[in-house]
């Protein structure tokens, strides 16, 4: 049975929002020498999964399956998949308050029929906040239940398909000062709709990880410090957090040993931790005078410390190592800059100096100095 739309849970909420509501009812470490970058791509490279103690993970758009070639390439090398947008509110909230799951339920059933774990994405972020919310009344209670009823209808939908949530996105302001503001602040409060999603979450799917999500945590100490605080106010407030993700998207020239401080700093918790969107930028690099060559082989060495930081970890603290796209040719990035190739693989499909990285790391070797 479809869930009722936002205006009607509203409405049923008593909460005055009737005719008004015109919803009808949704790497320091040994970088790899300028040999790794010559090094030749060992042409039976195994597959990232099969060499990896732990999930590795894409993202990915339903329209991708429609690619017998990214497909082939997905169902080889990963064993989870993270809907890119089609998971989110901008997906699934239609202008009339309903809701729509035919890209969700399609990519759901990929990652079943091909035994890969399937990782939400996202339920609450800043960034999304559809018209048929910001319509519902200024009411508080029709607007928490409204809120409760979509996290409901989402999380319920996907239980024992998903293995975790990123139920809040980017939480922290971009300057570590707080937390951003957002509709759902206003309206629910600052910490209190952060919180009231994390048990809501759970009330929905009980089985599945809950984390935190966010990014620039290995560029700025500052929002990774106050990233870590809400976190520990949420376990101390009794929030069912079971999870913490960094995202990742890093340039080449990120400074050597801060993706390693990160995920240390992250671990200190105690909870698991998700590599949650990585990729490795060369046209975003800070500095504009590397050779596209040094780049490339910066590159290798930051996702040869990502996944060396993310093994280092213990066992139970290993939650999934996830890229952002796949292919050069999948990435955001490519809508940004064409000459961008952040990805472990080519526009073909073909391993990168990345990809024989993460392998190499994945079964405990280190690079040739
Ligand atoms: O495919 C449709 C197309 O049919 C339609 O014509 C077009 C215009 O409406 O939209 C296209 O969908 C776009 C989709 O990307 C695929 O390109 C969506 O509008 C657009 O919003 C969506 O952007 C995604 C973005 O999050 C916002 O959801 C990006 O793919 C995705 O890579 C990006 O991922 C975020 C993470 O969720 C959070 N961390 C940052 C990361 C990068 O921004």
Redesign the pocket.
């Known amino acids: 049975m479809d869930p009722p739309p936002l205006g009607e849970v509203a409405r049923r909420a008593g909460g005055g929002l009737g005719r008004r509501t015109v919803l009808a009812g949704a790497l320091a470490l040994s970088a790899c020498g300028p040999k790794a970058q010559s090094q030749p791509i060992p042409a039976d490279l195994p597959p990232l999964r099969s060499v990896a103690p732990f999930r590795v993970g894409a993202?990915v758009?339903a329209?991708h399956l429609d690619d017998p070639a990214l497909a082939a390439l997905l169902v080889r090398e990963v064993s989870q998949l993270t809907p890119?947008?089609?998971m989110?509110m901008?997906?699934i909230v239609q202008p009339d308050g309903s809701f729509r799951f035919e890209a969700p339920d399609r990519i759901a059933a990929f990652a079943r029929a091909h035994g890969m774990g399937l990782l939400g994405?996202?339920l609450v972020?800043y960034?999304?906040t559809p018209e048929a919310f910001q319509r519902l009344d200024e009411n508080r209670i029709g607007f928490a239940d409204a809120y409760r009823n979509y996290i409901h209808a989402v999380a319920g939908r996907y239980r024992g398909q998903v293995v975790g949530w990123?139920v809040v996105?980017?939480p922290v302001a971009e300057d570590g000062n707080g937390w951003r503001d957002s509709l759902w602040a206003q309206r629910l409060g600052a910490f209190e709709h952060i919180a009231l999603a994390y048990r809501t979450a759970h009330e929905a799917d009980p089985d599945a990880v809950l984390l935190l999500?966010d990014?620039n945590l290995e560029y700025f100490p500052k929002k990774r410090a106050t990233y870590l605080n809400l976190a520990e106010r949420l376990l101390a407030s009794g929030a069912p957090l079971t999870g913490l993700g960094a995202?990742m998207?890093v340039a080449a020239d990120v400074p050597p040993g801060e993706i390693t401080r990160m995920i240390r700093d992250l671990a200190s918790l105690g909870l698991p931790i998700h590599v949650?969107?990585l990729d490795v930028s060369l046209t975003r690099a800070e500095n504009k005078l590397l050779s596209r060559a040094e780049l490339q082989r910066r590159q290798t060495a930051v996702y040869a410390e990502a996944a060396e930081a993310f093994m280092a970890l213990p066992e139970r603290q290993r939650f999934a190592f996830t890229l952002?796209?796949l292919r050069d040719r999948d990435?955001?990035l490519r809508?940004e800059n064409a000459a961008d190739a952040p990805a472990v693989f080519d526009d073909a499909g073909r391993p990168k100096a990345g990809a024989a990285a993460l392998v190499d790391a994945f079964q405990g070797r280190r690079p040739q100095a």
């Open positions: 993202c758009q329209l890119e947008w089609q989110k901008e997906y994405h996202n972020w960034a999304q990123d996105n980017e999500n990014y995202q998207h949650s969107e952002w796209g990435s955001w809508a």
